[in-house]
């Protein structure tokens, strides 16, 4: 499959106006996507648990305008107010897109959009907006093509979210997913994410996260920066071989349900993302001292207690705890006891693993 594939033929379909509302979650990724080409292409291939109740709901209203305008048209509210800073991303997204969603330029969107999880929470929500905008978009392509297929319909808007913010494509679905071309994958692709293909132990299905929010403030160092110090870094290449290695173990892993192998492959990844940032050039720490002293607590409830709890992390300071939902009690209560004092006023959120996004409807 090429990019070209994601361009439309002629529309078949007249349509004047409609609206659609997305349901989109976030996902956590275990092996780490760092580091990028042009047009969001991954240096190295990822893997992602699907998350449920951190999410985003957006609302696209479409209507035609007389005549097709030089500029995009849109109006986009955040949790019911105007949102000039989310302009400029949005934007970028329909400039990257707009070869691939022909009519962008001929209706007015009004885009309507709020989040599950608390605003500047330190949680990212790109993955979850760009999925639920990429899928109300293909929404109303699939109006104006009414043969677009199912299969390709979650596709291209894997290959559209993709293009708006590159972790968001393995936000469509669930519940464990892929993304990125890996020789061992069938079916995998650098141009979107696939559903994980290959058999997976009942306890991975219910893995439980509860993401301990950290530093709720802006990060000092934004994605883009970061993938692109990847560019020249002294061990980039070493670390897109390990990520397509331990894709490779986790196969084995995922089928058997080795919690302990999971852990040491997932806490390896989330080490070694930060350890990639610490050795760019320019250097940088995402990390807050809070993080350590979790992560350093994790480590001595895990030894002293026969659970299987770990950690990740994604690019800031928050740390997700991942753990099988037969441990959930153990687990929480030693998140309450323990762990909650080093959150940005006592703040979490419990989630889980979700099966992907929805469509609401009215
Ligand atoms: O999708 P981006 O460009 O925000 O990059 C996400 C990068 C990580 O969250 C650190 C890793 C990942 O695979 O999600």
Redesign the pocket.
């Known amino acids: 499959m090429t990019h070209k594939e994601f361009l439309p033929s002629v529309y078949t379909k007249p349509v004047t106006d409609g609206k659609v509302t997305y349901k989109a979650p976030s996902n956590i990724?275990l092996v780490?996507?760092?580091g990028k080409k042009s047009n969001q292409i991954p240096a190295n291939p990822?893997i992602?648990f699907t998350l449920d109740a951190c999410a985003t709901t957006t609302t696209i209203s479409y209507s035609r305008v007389e005549e097709k305008g030089n500029d995009f048209s849109f109006e986009l509210l955040f949790e019911g107010k105007p949102k000039p800073d989310f302009r400029p991303k949005i934007e970028a997204f329909f400039n990257r897109v707009e070869d691939y969603l022909p009519f962008l330029k001929e209706y007015h969107l009004k885009i309507e959009t709020s989040n599950s999880f608390p605003h500047s929470s330190g949680i990212?929500s790109?993955?979850s907006g760009m999925s639920a905008l990429a899928l109300g978009l293909m929404h109303i392509e699939k109006q104006l093509d009414p043969d677009i297929k199912a299969d390709f319909f979650i596709q291209k808007a894997s290959f559209l979210a993709r293009l708006g913010?590159?972790?968001?494509c393995r936000s469509i679905e669930g519940d464990l997913v892929q993304w990125g071309s890996h020789k061992g994958i069938p079916g995998s692709s650098d141009l979107y994410a696939i559903k994980y293909p290959f058999e997976v132990h009942g306890v991975f299905h219910e893995y439980q996260d509860t993401i301990l929010l950290v530093d709720k403030g802006q990060k000092q160092v934004s994605?883009?920066v970061g993938?692109n110090l990847m560019h020249g870094h002294p061990y980039a290449e070493q670390r897109f071989d390990q990520a397509h290695e331990n894709i490779e173990k986790l196969n084995e892993i995922f089928k058997e349900g080795n919690l302990n192998a999971f852990i040491h492959i997932v806490e390896s990844e989330a080490l070694t993302?930060h350890a990639m940032m610490m050795t760019s050039m320019p250097y940088f720490i995402l990390m807050k001292p809070n993080t350590l002293k979790i992560i350093k607590k994790i480590w001595s409830f895990r030894a002293s207690s026969n659970t299987h709890l770990c950690f990740t992390l994604?690019?800031g300071a928050n740390v997700h705890v991942l753990y099988p939902k037969g441990e959930k009690e153990k687990v929480q209560q030693f998140i309450k006891d323990e762990l909650v004092a080093y959150c940005e006023n006592g703040q979490y959120i419990c989630d889980k693993l979700g099966f992907g996004a929805k469509r609401l409807l009215p």
């Open positions: 990724a780490k996507y760092w990822s992602s990212a790109s993955a913010s590159g972790s968001a994605s883009t993938h993302l994604d690019a």
